[in-house]
């Protein structure tokens, strides 16, 4: 599939493979409702990895449903495909501790459970 894996190691294409699941038609057929994220709750806690070189959505198709989200995100671009977690497992979780750091910094009642975690990736 190259339209989901275009920048992951061909040889694990196979095993990718199996682990695809068909969406649920319901999915498509059921009206969504309000996303969490839209919640003033979350002002300044949004936070968007942009895939530059996705085949599946585009960055121009991502560049407008933030957009169109009407709110703030915290926004990385990776250079990468539909899935970084595969091809680029520990960049985007470098990104994704950036983020959370971030927030906790910005927000640190955030802290219900003690100080930050430390990650070792």
């Known amino acids: 599939?190259?339209?989901?894996?275009?920048?992951?190691?061909?040889?694990l294409e196979p095993e990718l493979?199996?682990?695809m699941q068909p969406h649920a038609l319901r999915a498509f057929e059921t009206p969504a409702t309000a996303p969490a994220w839209a919640e003033s709750a979350f002002d300044?806690?949004?936070a968007y990895v942009r895939t530059l070189d996705d085949c599946?959505?585009?960055s121009s198709l991502q560049d407008?449903?933030?957009?169109?989200?009407?709110?703030?995100?915290e926004v990385?671009?990776?250079?990468?495909?539909?899935?970084?977690?595969v091809s680029q497992?520990?960049?985007?979780?470098e990104h994704i501790i950036k983020f959370?750091?971030?927030f906790m910094a910005k927000w640190p009642h955030c802290w219900l459970l003690g100080p930050p975690l430390k990650f070792n990736i």
């Open 17 to 19: 493979a199996t682990l």
């Open 44 to 46: 300044g806690r949004r």
């Open 56 to 58: 599946c959505n585009p």
């Open 89 to 93: 497992p520990r960049v985007l979780a």
């Open 64 to 73: 407008l449903w933030l957009e169109k989200s009407q709110v703030e995100w």
């Open 76 to 85: 990385v671009d990776l250079k990468t495909g539909h899935m970084p977690f």
């Open 100 to 102: 959370i750091d971030g």
């Open 1 to 11: 599939m190259v339209v989901l894996y275009n920048d992951c190691d061909r040889a």
